[in-house]
């Protein structure tokens, strides 16, 4: 007996027990289409998370000082340090910015709400990324006058405004117990983001010259930390290596790890990596009915081999070899998880999209997981089915024949 006529057989079988077949594959079915809801989801929510950090800024990076260890007045960041850095690394930064943050309350006459500034140039555009939608951004002449300019959110303008055309208008912002009045030059949005509401809460932030919020603050030279944008293409841990080194040279404080740079990039490695362990465990378990479906498929199998005791013995008495029996019950195993697998697969993908449009993450099903989960199935009938096949192939002619 040749494979064809051995599918042949088995396929007779098989739909001459409909029911029992299916109830066999139920296992199969459950398992398969279980890991590839899982795993279709997991790939797409962290091609989604890849996508947000693009928007993000996947070059964005922290220069700060390290919390954990004790620091002088001397160790603080100059703005000489962020000239030295911009000029030592032009063609691996795309702009660095001190960090120059406060938080205020702008008042209208309606009501009084809670704001961020801050403090920008006219390459800040390249770290935080914003559409402009009226007016313009901070230009260097802004930020070398010190002008009390200011570039605002959709939101705020609608909310302080009730509209977007208000170039020109002064904004009052209350910092502490002093009052400042910024001019409008642009306004803003950020670009519309899956994530987006997701732990962000109020008005986006103002953005003002930083050299006028130093001095609106009244804070001199030093600061504490500084954002960076490091370009595509840059291998981001040498160049960040080589940035801290410099600054601890400058400032005398060689090997005492007083600095560390926080990069999106890092952020994202360790949020992938904790998403795909999720996906791998949540995959693990629901392949735990695979093998439920397996032993469901060893079960079956033994009923066959019984109830066709018969059958096998007239094949052997008219000269089926012994690997003939084999393989004729081996291809039904692997035929019923087969089938198994198929229907699986199209109920997984099916359930992938409809929990997607749920949770708003896109699924994301390739060739590779369908044919591993088809791949997985075939392999469950072969192993499970192996010692039924085995044991049928080694029944006694005579014996056989004489079962009733």
Same mark, same amino acid.
């Given at each position: 007996?040749?494979i064809?006529?051995?599918?042949?057989?088995?396929?007779?079988?098989?739909?001459?027990?409909k029911?029992?077949?299916?109830?066999?594959?139920l296992?199969i079915?459950?398992?398969?289409?279980?890991?590839?809801?899982v795993v279709?989801?997991?790939?797409?929510?962290?091609?989604?998370?890849?996508?947000?950090?693009e928007?993000?800024?996947?070059?964005?990076?922290?220069?700060?000082?390290?919390?954990?260890?004790?620091?002088?007045?001397?160790?603080?960041?100059?703005?000489?340090?962020?000239?030295?850095?911009?000029?030592?690394?032009?063609?691996?930064?795309?702009?660095?910015?001190?960090?120059?943050?406060?938080?205020?309350?702008?008042?209208?006459?309606?009501?009084?709400?809670?704001?961020?500034?801050?403090?920008a140039?006219?390459?800040?555009?390249?770290?935080?990324?914003?559409?402009?939608?009226?007016?313009r951004?901070?230009?260097?002449?802004?930020?070398?006058?010190?002008?009390?300019?200011?570039?605002?959110?959709?939101?705020?303008?609608?909310?302080?405004?009730?509209?977007?055309?208000?170039?020109?208008?002064?904004?009052?912002?209350?910092?502490?117990?002093s009052?400042?009045?910024?001019?409008?030059?642009g306004?803003?949005?950020?670009?519309?983001?899956?994530?987006?509401?997701?732990?962000?809460?109020?008005h986006?932030?103002?953005?003002?010259?930083?050299?006028?919020?130093?001095?609106?603050?009244?804070?001199?030279?030093?600061?504490?930390?500084?954002?960076l944008?490091i370009r595509?293409?840059?291998?981001?841990?040498?160049?960040t290596?080589?940035?801290?080194?410099?600054?601890?040279?400058r400032?005398?404080?060689?090997?005492?790890?007083k600095? !560390?740079i926080q990069?999106?990039?890092? @952020?994202?490695q360790?949020?992938?990596k904790i998403? =795909? &362990? /999720?996906t791998?465990? *949540? %995959?693990?378990?629901?392949?735990?009915?695979?093998?439920?479906?397996?032993?469901?498929?060893?079960?079956?199998?033994f009923?066959?081999?019984?109830?066709?005791?018969r059958e096998?013995?007239?094949?052997?008495?008219?000269?089926?070899?012994?690997?003939? !029996?084999?393989?004729?019950?081996?291809? @039904?195993s692997?035929i019923?998880?087969?089938?198994? =697998? &198929? /229907?699986?697969?199209? *109920? %997984?993908?099916?359930?992938?999209?409809?929990v997607?449009?749920?949770i708003?993450?896109?699924?994301s099903?390739?060739?590779?997981?369908?044919a591993?989960?088809?791949?997985?199935?075939?392999g469950?009938?072969?192993?499970?089915?192996?010692?039924?096949?085995?044991?049928?192939?080694?029944?006694?002619?005579i014996?056989?024949?004489?079962?009733?």
């Open positions: 007996m040749n064809f006529e051995s599918i042949q057989v088995s396929l007779s079988a098989i739909l001459a027990n029911m029992r077949s299916l109830l066999t594959m296992g079915i459950i398992g398969i289409s279980s890991v590839i809801t279709a989801l997991g790939e797409g929510g962290q091609k989604l998370i890849d996508k947000e950090f928007q993000f800024g996947a070059g964005r990076a922290y220069l700060s000082m390290n919390w954990s260890e004790n620091y002088l007045t001397k160790d603080l960041l100059t703005h000489d340090d962020i000239d030295v850095l911009r000029d030592t690394f032009p063609d691996d930064l795309e702009a660095i910015v001190p960090g120059v943050n406060e938080r205020g309350k702008v008042r209208t006459k309606s009501k009084k709400f809670d704001i961020k500034l801050t403090g140039d006219e390459n800040y555009i390249k770290i935080e990324n914003v559409d402009i939608i009226k007016g951004y901070l230009t260097d002449a802004d930020v070398k006058g010190k002008r009390s300019v200011a570039i605002i959110d959709k939101g705020m303008a609608l909310d302080a405004f009730g509209r977007t055309d208000i170039l020109g208008e002064s904004i009052d912002i209350e910092l502490g117990e009052q400042v009045s910024l001019v409008i030059i306004v803003y949005e950020k670009p519309r983001s899956s994530l987006q509401g997701m732990g962000e809460k109020g986006g932030s103002i953005f003002l010259p930083y050299t006028n919020l130093e001095q609106m603050t009244g804070g001199g030279d030093r600061f504490w930390d500084a954002q944008s595509k293409g840059i291998d981001t841990k040498t160049v290596n080589k940035m801290i080194s410099l600054i601890e040279r400032h005398g404080n060689e090997g005492e790890n600095y !560390i990069t999106a990039e890092g @952020e994202l360790s949020i992938n998403t =795909g &362990i /999720i791998v465990v *949540i %995959g693990a378990i629901a392949a735990i009915s695979l093998l439920v479906g397996g032993i469901g498929v060893m079960n079956i199998m009923v066959s081999v019984t109830e066709r005791t096998i013995g007239t094949r052997k008495a008219i000269g089926a070899r012994r690997k003939d !029996i084999l393989l004729q019950f081996l291809v @039904e692997v019923v998880s087969g089938i198994g =697998g &198929i /229907i699986g697969t199209i *109920i %997984g993908v099916g359930l992938a999209f409809i997607s449009s749920f708003k993450i896109p699924p099903v390739s060739i590779k997981t369908i591993i989960a088809w791949l997985f199935s075939a469950v009938g072969i192993f499970f089915g192996i010692y039924p096949a085995n044991k049928a192939s080694k029944l006694d002619p014996d056989a024949l004489r079962y009733e």
